[in-house]
């Protein structure tokens, strides 16, 4: 047996990094097809390993997440990004801070703040008239912007403010989209993309200081458990800096909020694209709801809504590949992966594979039925990652989507006003490269 996987041969240099950085979703989908299990590249000087076998997966999110670690390739501009936040941190801090925050993720809590989510929904569509055309994807990010902040945070952000993060998310965005030479400059050069970057940075940082500021003395009120609160009486006791609020805020800003939106940008794509299943959606929210907004105890009856969520994520998971760097020398799929190299979790090919999937392409909510579920390997679909270092918002996240989609297509059907198909661009997160422009259609 080799000892190396196959892979595509590469360039000098730049290895596969300009095929990747090209369109990242056809290279691991054609990187998944050609080769079994694992499959090995060079993104520039990065050795990569990317796995597709769900128990392999699992392995090293699960079984054997002690021997990995968040690479240490995401410790410069994403760390300048979002710091020693419960994204990036490690080890003793990272089990610190996870305990510190879970209270602000408890089921009990979130359970009471369905009724605020449904309230910024509802303000939201009261500014839609039938037959209007808006960008989808802008009014979710503003409103998981407000529900985030709300949330977390124990903050409201004026308009100018809102206005603010999303005139700045795009230079942001920017700066992590593939790029094959990026690795040749530092990231102090003063390259017109690093500039913007850092001015979009700065002015995130001042958007943030703000609510801190504003919120400081509030959290001597023991009754109030959101994450901000619970940082700050932290820093009183003597166990956070200011710069760990200020990663820990940030990451809850930028993370808590992109993921729902984009999730829900693609579920009123699909649901545009296949009538049949808007229309099961509306019969269940009718017939469940009877013309009201859903409460957290609906939830549990708005079962085909849950599986739209599902299969959306399948078919377009906002975080599209995930990163672990071995911290010594493993053996996956039968071959020798090396320390300190890269091991590429990519969901998108997983999540769109025929070998756990039938007809993997298409948009069938219906897969996600238990019996049909139970039948594939448990790693064949990670959203929200897995292991203890799985998504901390994961039920925040599906609680606010369930009850988003469940007031707005009470109110409301979503036309796709473009051709399709829908063109995507990686950076962070998945994004949708053209505005999503959808006409409103009232119900």
């Known amino acids: 047996m080799s000892t190396e996987p196959p892979g595509p041969k590469g360039l000098p240099i730049v290895g596969n990094a300009r095929q990747y950085a090209r369109d990242p979703f056809a290279f691991v989908t054609a990187c998944a ?58 080890g003793e801090a990272w089990r610190r801070q996870r305990d510190l925050a879970q209270p602000a993720f408890h089921m009990q809590r979130l359970a009471g703040l369905s009724r605020m989510m449904t309230d910024h929904t509802e303000a939201m569509l009261d500014g839609w008239s039938d037959g ?29 403010r ?16 593939p790029d094959p030479f990026r690795f040749l400059l530092p ?37 109030r458990t959101d994450l901000l609160s619970l940082l700050l009486r932290a820093q009183n006791r003597g166990e956070q800096t ?47 709801l009877g013309g009201d907004v859903p409460t957290v105890a609906d939830l549990r009856g708005l079962e085909y809504t849950e599986w739209v969520l599902l299969e959306t994520m399948r078919l377009y998971p906002p975080v599209y590949v995930m990163f672990r760097e071995p911290t010594v020398d493993v053996r996956l799929g039968g071959y020798r992966v090396p320390a300190g190299s890269a091991v590429m979790l990519p969901q998108w090919a997983v999540h769109r594979s025929s070998r756990f999937y039938s007809d993997p392409e298409a948009f069938d909510p219906g897969r996600w039925a238990p019996a049909r579920r139970s ?59 053209e505005p999503m422009e959808m006409t409103i259609r009232a119900r």
């Open 33 to 90: 097809e050609a080769y079994d299990g694992v499959v090995r590249f060079d993104l520039g000087p990065m050795e990569t390993y990317m796995l597709t076998e769900p128990d392999e997966i699992e392995r090293v999110l699960v079984t054997e997440e002690e021997k990995f670690r968040k690479p240490r390739f995401q410790d410069d501009a994403i760390g300048e990004l979002l710091g020693d936040g419960l994204l990036l941190s490690e």
């Open 132 to 160: 209007d055309v808006v960008d989808v994807q802008l009014e979710m990010a503003r409103l998981t912007v407000k529900i985030i902040v709300d949330a977390m945070l124990g903050a409201e952000l004026s308009d100018e």
């Open 375 to 433: 039948a594939r390997p448990r790693f064949s679909y990670f959203p929200f990652g897995g292991g203890s270092r799985h998504c901390i918002g994961k039920q925040f996240s599906m609680m606010e989507a369930k009850l988003i989609l469940g007031t707005v297509a009470g109110r409301f059907e979503l036309d796709y006003a473009r051709e399709p198909p829908l063109e995507l661009r990686g950076s962070l997160t998945m994004h949708p490269r």
């Open 242 to 288: 200011d710069r760990q609020i200020r990663d820990e805020a940030m990451t809850m800003l930028l993370a808590g909020h992109d993921t729902t939106a984009l999730t829900l940008t693609y579920a009123w794509y699909l649901l545009s694209q296949h009538p049949e299943a808007e229309a099961r959606v509306h019969a269940e929210l009718d017939e469940a």
């Open 187 to 223: 990231d102090w050069a003063p390259t017109r993309e690093n500039r913007e970057y850092r001015r979009a940075l700065r002015i995130l940082e001042g958007v943030i200081d703000g609510i801190v500021e504003e919120r400081r003395g509030t959290e001597t009120d023991a009754e």
């Open 162 to 177: 809102i206005r603010l993060v999303q005139e700045n998310l795009e230079p942001l965005g920017a700066r992590f989209e």
